[in-house]
């Protein structure tokens, strides 16, 4: 048996596992594979063994269990260029919304979308089906309760998977499970800027993202963020496209050592609004980062615990070189959080946030980077309606 990992392999354990939960009793089951061919867990032998073997095994573990769904199909669909996951969305939706309105039978079935790549695959995935939820009535409702999306953490971050390792992922599919509709957060500049007034920065925005720059509202489904912590997945994602691995940590020291030279930190002037509209809360400070997540008690950057409790917002003012280096860790485990040694940092539990800034500066979602100048600010991050059918233990 050869020990790459193939798309096969990933539709012949899911097909399994899905087909024991009871969560689809009774359902005709239909799996649409979205495979990033290119991700690491593919190229990488070591990790494509690994990966093989704990599909392998969990097939295994499971094949005497009984049959819960009538039946399960899958589909597998290999992406072939930046964007192409989008695309494959878009159409996949149009073949159910076909079957929504033409299949009496529609009820009796049960669609899943699975992403198989890395988190760029899983982002634009997501970002298409809910921007397709939002054009028309009868879309809104196939995706937000016909749909389920399912999230493999086979990238290098794994952020807003359905676990963080694909151990964690095959054990949940294993769970007593439920539905869930999952919020997303929202980025956007409150006036849309003209190129004339981008090229006043005199960086090149290509530089700094990975393909097309997407037009702004920009979503993210765990984080968004500006400054260093962005600027570690910019660096992360162009030497990630020369050498293929996971190089996050290198890269968060050497954001550390070249960042203020090729952004310098400016001010950030940041209001904080709760659920009725109303600003709770202002800081102004110079900064080095500011994350603004979907909730507390989330990860992101490969299960970096910067949400250790309910707050969901963390603003950072600018620290040394040799300070960022020495509280690094802290950030990693969250034991940031009431450490005097990290008194720079302030967490908010907030609705939205509005952000001026004086600088060109990187944003992030989920680890796709752009680059805002002064004309992008004021810039909005808000949590969305619930939207996105998922599953979590029940």
């Known amino acids: 048996m050869s020990s790459e990992l193939t798309s096969q392999d990933i539709a012949d354990c899911l097909s399994v596992i899905i087909s024991k939960n009871p969560l689809w009793n009774g359902k005709s089951v239909y799996l649409d594979i979205i495979v990033n061919p290119t991700a690491g867990c593919f190229r990488k032998k070591k990790k494509a063994v690994h990966y093989k073997k704990v ?27 930046a964007g192409h996951a989008k695309e494959i969305t878009v159409k996949l939706v149009e073949k159910i919304l076909d079957e929504y309105k033409n299949n009496p039978s529609f009820e009796q079935d049960a669609h899943i979308i699975i992403t198989a790549g890395g988190d760029g695959t899983s982002l634009e995935v997501q970002t298409s089906l809910f921007k397709l939820a939002h054009d028309d009535e009868t879309k809104n409702t196939v995706i937000t309760k016909h749909i389920t999306l399912i999230r493999l953490p086979l ?10 390792t694909l151990e964690e992922t095959m054990n949940l599919l294993q769970s007593p499970l439920k539905f869930k509709n999952a919020q997303a957060v929202r980025v956007y500049p409150e006036k849309t800027p003209t190129p004339e007034e981008i090229k006043k920065c005199k960086k090149n925005p290509e530089k700094y993202s990975d393909g097309d720059i997407p037009p702004a509202p920009w979503y993210a489904f765990n984080s968004a963020s500006i400054g260093i912590d962005a600027y570690v997945c910019y660096l992360t994602n162009a030497i990630k496209r020369k050498m293929p691995g996971n190089i996050y940590q290198m890269c968060v020291i050497l954001s550390a050592f070249v960042y203020d030279k090729d952004l310098p930190i400016g001010t950030a002037h940041v209001e904080y609004f709760d659920k009725d509209g109303n600003v709770f809360a202002k800081t102004d400070d110079r ?16 299960g970096h615990k910067i949400f250790p409790t ?9 620290i040394s070189l040799a300070k960022l280096i020495m509280v690094n860790n802290h950030y990693i485990d969250g034991s940031y959080i009431n450490n005097k040694k990290c008194s720079c940092s302030k967490t908010f539990s907030a609705e939205k946030i509005r952000i001026n800034y004086d600088k060109p500066i990187l944003v992030q979602c989920d680890g796709e980077t752009v680059l805002l100048t002064e004309s992008h600010f004021p810039l909005i991050m808000e949590k969305t309606e619930p939207c996105i059918q998922i599953i979590e233990r029940a």
């Open 55 to 81: 599909l392998a095994n969990t097939a295994q573990a499971v094949k005497s269990k009984e049959n819960q769904a009538a039946s399960v199909t899958t589909n597998t669909i290999c992406t072939e260029y």
């Open 155 to 164: 990238g290098t971050g794994n952020d807003g998977t359905d676990g963080h």
């Open 287 to 302: 900064i080095t980062f500011v994350v603004f997540g979907k909730s507390g008690h989330s990860t992101y950057g490969g």
């Open 310 to 318: 309910d707050d969901n917002v963390c603003f950072t003012k600018k």
